[in-house]
């Protein structure tokens, strides 16, 4: 395996990798190649090679840390737990076959609602639409680094609540269905956490200060007024998110994004919702008290 790594052009954040071999165990030298390009550009695209089976997709994120079983809380069956299915496809009993529908998604960082939450994301287009959905990314580090002086000091110290409780009881969802075929099936799943972090967070790994909130999942600041929890999230959320700083991806079948989940955010266009989309999700765990 020879991997070309390349900068892609005229984007604030991300690279190009092509030459991995799903079908190979990842050596050692390779995997910290990956992890250095990864903490350099933020965002990698794994590109033009043969689309990974479920089972070389589990081995290969595990060589980057211990995968977190999403499906086992977003009640997929028949999934590997390790692999989260995001797409509006039904199954034949008219219940979804993964998360979401066809609607568009707001920033987030993947399990910031978990006291373990994810470290590293993968995300592999396995079927898109004729005009697929846009994936953006921004660079957390970066938004933490260019806050006014007198806005660090304010947020460093704070903490934050994280939860996905509102936004999946929203009947697009489809999850009420899961859970009542669960309940008809005597299937017992756990209950989708909910967690509490700094603010500002350091990566275990690169040692570096990540802001770490987001429009779709942090809910409130702690021990704070709600008017005023308000303003400052959306203050932190608009400085994050401008334009220039953003990378938008277009996807291509077989397409795997790899990206340092804690210290970025993403979002999704919505898309025809006639038509078919299917991604595979998989994210490695932090420790907590790594960031705590
Ligand atoms: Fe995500």
């Known amino acids: 395996m020879q991997l070309e790594i390349t900068a892609l052009p005229e984007a604030p954040l991300g690279a190009m990798i092509r030459g991995w071999e799903p079908s190979e165990p990842l050596d050692d030298a390779h995997r910290d190649e990956i992890v250095d390009a990864l903490y350099r550009y933020r965002v990698l695209v794994f590109r033009d090679q043969p689309q990974p089976t ?18 086992e809380w977003f009640r997929n069956a028949g999934a590997l737990p390790e692999i989260l299915p995001v797409t509006n496809i039904r199954g034949g009993d008219g219940v979804r076959l993964g998360v979401e529908g066809a609607t568009d998604l707001e920033w987030h ?15 592999n287009a396995v079927e898109l639409p004729a005009e697929p959905p846009r994936t953006y990314f921004c660079d957390m580090y970066r938004a933490f680094e260019t806050l006014e002086p007198e806005l660090k000091d304010r947020v460093r110290g704070l903490r934050a609540t994280h939860s996905i409780a509102d936004y999946m ?4 969802r489809g999850f009420a269905a899961k859970v009542a075929r669960d309940r008809a099936q005597g299937v017992d799943r756990p209950e989708i956490p909910e967690a509490e972090h700094p603010v ?10 990540i802001l770490y909130v987001s429009r779709g999942i942090t809910r409130r600041i702690v021990g704070m007024d709600r008017a005023e929890s308000s303003a400052l999230l959306k203050q932190l959320h608009l400085h994050a998110t401008r334009p220039e700083v953003v990378y938008a ?7 795997l994004i790899m990206f340092d989940t804690l210290g970025t955010m993403h979002r999704r266009d919505s898309w025809d919702p006639t038509q078919r989309r299917l991604m595979r999700q998989l994210s490695t765990a932090c420790r907590v008290e790594a960031i705590a």
């Open 169 to 172: 009881a929203e009947p697009e």
């Open 200 to 209: 500002v967070v350091r990566h275990p790994d690169t040692n570096h200060e």
């Open 54 to 71: 479920d089972e070389e997709l589990v081995r290969f994120v595990a060589r980057f840390g211990q995968p977190i079983k999403g499906s």
């Open 109 to 123: 960082a993947d399990y910031s609602y978990v006291a373990t939450p994810g470290k590293t994301s993968f995300l």
């Open 249 to 255: 991806h277009d996807w291509q079948v077989g397409d």
